[in-house]
Each structure stands twice: as C-alpha cells, then as structure tokens.
C-alpha cells in the first residue's frame, strides 16, 4: 500500500469528468454538474477543503429544455451600450451562442459564495463532441446522466415491439371510428 | 446589627451585585457577604475583561467601557456558536454518508432505514465511510437487503464479496 501522504495525495486529486449533455433537462443537469464542481459526490466532502473535479461537458448544442421554455424562459444580455438591456429569448440566446445556456444555469446554481467563479474555470463546455487533445488526455470518469433519451420507434427491435404489452388485441377486421 | 445596617446605608455595595426580590432583603443578604469576601477593587475588576480581551482591535482591547461590551458579544456569540456547531457537523455527516451511499448505489435515505436496528450513528457511519471502505460495503449491503426484505434476510445470509469472520457464542 503507498505511504500514508501518497495515499493523501491521491484521495485529494482532482479528477476530470465528462458529462454528455444530449438530450438531457437543463436545470437537473445544472444541478447534477454543480454537486461534481463542489465534491459533493465524496465522502471526504468539505466546504473548506477544495476537493472540486473538473467537468467537461459536451454536445451543450442539444441539451433540453421542458414544455415551450424555449420560447418562454429569458436571458438577460448586456450589450455593452449604457441603458440598454437585452431579454432574449432562450432560443434565440442559444442560437447566439450554443454553450452559454448551461453556463448560464450552472452559475445560478453554484453557491452565491467567492467559490463561485474559481468552481465555473473548472467547467469546460463544448457544443459538440469535438474535445482539444490535452483535454482528451485527463478524462477520468462519466457523470451518470439524468436522463436516458427516449428511442424512437425505428429504434427498437422487432422482438421488443412484439413482446410489449398490449392493453387489447384487436380482431383482424377491426377499423376504428374517424 | 444596627451598625451594619448604617454602614450599608452609607456605604451601599456596587460589586458584585446580588439581584433579590426586595430592597430590605438585599441589604440583609449582602451583609454577610461584604463582611466575609469585601468586593475587589477596580484594578482586578478590570483586569478580568482585558484578560479576555487582549487579542481584540483597538480601543476593544484597552478601553474598559468599550471592551466589556466587545467581551460580553463575543460570549455570547462563542454560546450560539456552540449550538450551531453541533447542527454544522450532523449535516456535514449527513452529506458525507449521502455521497458514500450512491457511490454503494442506495440512497442516504435507504441506508438509514436500513441500518435502523444496526445502531451505528452517523458520526462512526462516516469516519467508516471514508477509512474503512470495505467495512462500509458491507454494511450497505446490509442495508439494501435489510430495506427491501428486512433485516433477518440480511444479516441471514452472506453478502457476495465479503469477507467475514464467524464468531462462535458458547
């Protein structure tokens, strides 16, 4: 067994972990990533001690929103000019720029504390699956995803669709009522 | 008696302060007193306070009227603190063991429950969690099966991947 400040040293280090953001609700996510930023998921957890991992999130371009909080849901955008303040739709906020969506909805999570901004440098955000090389290199780990994304009907087997329960089988001349 | 009595009338005691009912039975009480212990003088009164309070800012440190009221803040603030440290370390334990348990697959919830009657408190659940891994294993085991089927089915049979050592009872 390595000695006991080996064994310290590893306990400590910090891990990078990806997360697949494709298809995933956006406010459970943000949370998800939030507790792995803090080191919530380690039972050497303290708030003082910054025990903190690294996440990489990737495909950001098709994360999920519910309901139509695409149309709905704002963001407030500075533009730079004094007196004028952009809300944008989340739409149109994520066609701007397809990152700043979950950047946006980790940073309201996190702790409102100083930690805050030192926990956001250790989120990477990419929109697709394309990853820089030195990155690649320190992926540790996958975050279990909140959701796993529903299959389309072509994307099941036939056995699966024939072996689903029926609630009735219908007779081989049966039309139904328009 | 009467004498004590015009003494105290003349002289009436500032320190210390015996808080009674009624006047005439403060003066009866603190008779006794101010003969057997006379009240310390000014010098040592305040030495008190500026020994509590020599690591303070300023004038909270030198200054009498000042310190006593910084001394008396912070007691009361090390009072409070002492209460809200206990609640600070429980959730800290509680945080802790929620972490270890979904690392184990189960969630805190379903450990305490399942652990009920094993009696082990958060704080050991903890120290075990992070020292003794192998141990904490186990004793998730336990409680996954003690959750679903109770805790005779659990400690019935042994958990897969765990070694235990079988103490015979005479």
């Not at chain 1, 100083?114 to 956001?120: I, K």
């Not at chain 2, 189960?106 to 075990?128: A, P, T, W």
Request: proline share 7%; glycine share 4%.
């Amino acid at each position: 067994m390595a000695s006991r400040v080996q064994q310290h040293w590893l306990t400590f280090s910090r891990m990078w972990l990806l997360c697949d953001a494709r298809w995933q609700p956006t406010p459970e996510l943000a949370k998800r990533i939030c507790k792995y930023l803090e080191g919530r998921h380690k039972p050497v957890y303290h708030p003082l001690t910054d025990c903190g991992d690294h996440v990489v999130v990737i495909n950001t371009k098709e994360v999920a929103f519910d309901k139509n909080q695409w149309e709905k849901k704002l963001y407030a955008v500075n533009t730079g000019y004094k007196d004028t303040m952009i809300a944008m739709s989340a739409k149109d906020f994520h066609r701007m720029d397809p990152t700043k969506v979950i950047e946006r909805e980790v940073y309201s999570e996190l702790p409102k504390n100083s930690q805050r901004q030192n926990l956001m440098t250790r989120l990477h955000l990419f929109p697709d699956e394309n990853i820089p090389d030195n990155i690649k290199e320190n992926l540790v780990d996958i975050i279990p995803p909140v959701m796993e994304p529903p299959k389309r009907l072509d994307e099941f087997t036939e056995e699966e669709k024939a072996s689903w329960p029926r609630f009735f089988i219908p007779p081989a001349d049966y039309k139904p009522a328009d | 008696m009467k004498a004590a009595l015009q003494i105290l009338t003349e002289h009436p005691p500032l320190f210390p302060k015996f808080r009674v009912e009624s006047p005439e039975k403060e003066m009866f009480l603190t008779l006794a007193r101010y003969v057997r212990s006379p009240p310390p003088d000014r010098w040592w009164k305040r030495r008190y306070v500026f020994n509590n309070t020599w690591r303070f800012w300023g004038r909270h440190r030198n200054c009498y009227k000042i310190a006593i009221q910084s001394m008396q803040h912070a007691w009361r603030h090390a009072r409070r603190g002492r209460a809200e440290k206990k609640r600070f370390v429980r959730g800290l334990w509680i945080e802790r063991l929620r972490a270890a348990s979904e690392e184990h697959g189960l969630s805190y919830e379903h450990l305490v429950v399942g652990l009920d009657m094993v009696q082990i408190d958060r704080k050991v659940l903890s120290h075990l969690a992070i020292y003794e891994p192998k141990t904490f294993k186990a004793l998730a085991e336990i409680a996954r099966i003690s959750y679903g089927e109770g805790l005779m089915a659990a400690t019935g049979k042994q958990p897969e991947g765990v070694f235990t050592r079988v103490i015979h009872w005479e």
